[in-house]
């Protein structure tokens, strides 16, 4: 892709919300005012600065941002042990972005907090949400809580039953949780079902959508406001070690932890990039990683990499983890591999499950099963990095809600 | 100026005899193929004058649950795209006529090849075209190719399409308009009808194309009622009912599964073709 090299990896989408030939705006006539004027309630919403404080503000005093980004020094010892063991002096020095300790416990809540100060702006009074693992609906209606807006999350009937603890969090929280009983009953689901309230209820409801997937402006919206991960990465690097890192790593459901912290740094040609997709059961078997499963399609609002058969009708996607169990994946990924700037690779469950033990040990930090796929490519690649190679993981979730899906699996080993 | 289809032919026809026309749509394969073509011959029996039938896809996300639940069935059934198209091949051996569009979504199309798609299904007799998720902003998706292909593309219009939006539906669409006659999805809810006769008069300010209105139809009065205001009436989820309340508890057909279609429909058609009278 010589022209994207020449210019940027940072320009997309388009106007018509494209990323090369992904992204688009694949949704039926009743929800295209409402995202058109979303659209422009976003364009001139980002560059307001009051829009811009009141949002900082929350970030700060609500979230509890930045997130520190930590030196993980016992996991940095323990790669250059491999290393050692294979007669290799390297290992590189790994860093943590702390997303986990943000509120409510993902990076998520950074981007319902602005989709929420958005809704506000355009009067909208009632919030819907899909979600998987239950993260993205606790973010939302955790905020919802703190506007006073009412707020129906989407879920399907399987993850209900496999993330109680989160729907009891929700409840608490003053939300309903709706659990959908159609198609396979799982995320994509969830999502086909709050499309359809939305085209049901479209004066008064708000759609906030959890990932960097969707019809445009949602890929980029979701994108902008999960940027700040990347940014202070950036700023906290250049202070603790005076130059950029060289290498990231993020796992990807929908991916929109990945494109917060890749994008600030997609320009930089001596920043290495990895996303790292659920490989469930093998990518022979069953599993989650549609970049490398998958191929271009159209769902949910944007052409992207899907997983389906040869009729084009959508698969099921499998992981341990809920929260990257999706059969598609943000369009500016699919994008960003094409154009060979991000390399994409996967994690299989129990290759997940060894790095979240390993973690915990190591670093007495619980992550997500959902990071610990970033993790699992993290300890196999870091050993044969020189030792001043400075890598960067993003713990984009705290694993509290995932210790009885761990012990369980535990239990079967 | 396009190439008349069937679909143009009829509603000239309609025309000249001063009613409005009954537009039924069931699910290709709903609930086996050798079924489903029955049924589209006895729809035309019983006074269907177009025939809309639904390209399966597991993730119906515009649909209501009577019609999610009969693309399920007919996935289950063994049906596809290709299939689908040999099933209108086969209908047209004995209807050179009827108008057929089918309705679905994008991603099956689009995994099948547009092109391709496009050579099929003329080649199959398929007049027109309905997909859900092509909005105007990506008419160079399909719609554009479509009418190259002389075939329709039939844009849906909804509530929530204003003046300033409706030139943008209007362009490129061809064979008729079809009206959403609710915001939500299909079968759920029953329309206000004054507000109906309003939109309709609305849109035909702004263009010539016949209007069918579709979404709540749910029985022949309801399609009376509609049959006032348009030049044509839609009618889905209660014709998928029915054929689903015939079937067994496996999803099979039972052995009055065509007939209790038909005869539901011929209702229909009679509610229709009487609301000239009531209007005369």
Redesign the interface.
Known sequence: MPQESLNSYRSGPDE?GHFGIFG???????????ILDLENHYEVARVDPAFKAELSYLLTHYVGRPSPLYFAERLTEHVREVAARAGDAGGAKIYFKREELNHTGAHKINNVLGQILLARRMGKTRIIAETGAGQHGVATATACARFGLECVIYMGAVDVERQKPNVFRMNLLGAKVVPVQ??ARTL??A??EA??DW????SDTFYCIGTAAGPHPYPAMVRDFQCIIGEETRTQMMASEGRLPDSLFACIGGGSNAIGLFHPFLDEPGVEIFGVEAAGFGLDKKHAASLAGG?P?????N?TY?L?D?????EEGHSISAGLDYPGIGPEHAWLKESGRVTYLSARDDEALQAFQLCARLEGIIPALEPAHALARVVEIAPLKPRDHLMVVNISGRGDKDIFTVAEHLEGI | MEIATRIDRRFKELSGEGRAGLVTFVMAGDPDLATSLEILHALVRAGADILEVGMPFTDPMADGPAIQAAGLRALNAGTTLRKTLEMITSFRKSDETTPIILMGYYNPIYVFGVEAFLVAAKAAGVDGLIVVDLPPEEDQELCLPARTAGLNFIRLATPTTDDARLPAVLTNTSGFLYYVSITGITGAGVPDYGKVADAVAAIKAHTNLPVAVGFGVKNAESARTIARHADAVVVGSSIVETLRKSLDTEGRAGPDSVTVVEKFVEELAEGVRTAIAASA
């Open positions: 018509r688009g705006r694949f949704v039926a006539e009743t929800l295209m005012p409402l159609s198609g994509k689901d999502m086909n499309l359809r085209v049901t209820n479209v191929r399609g159209v769902l949910h609002g052409r899907l389906m040869e009729d084009g009708q959508i």
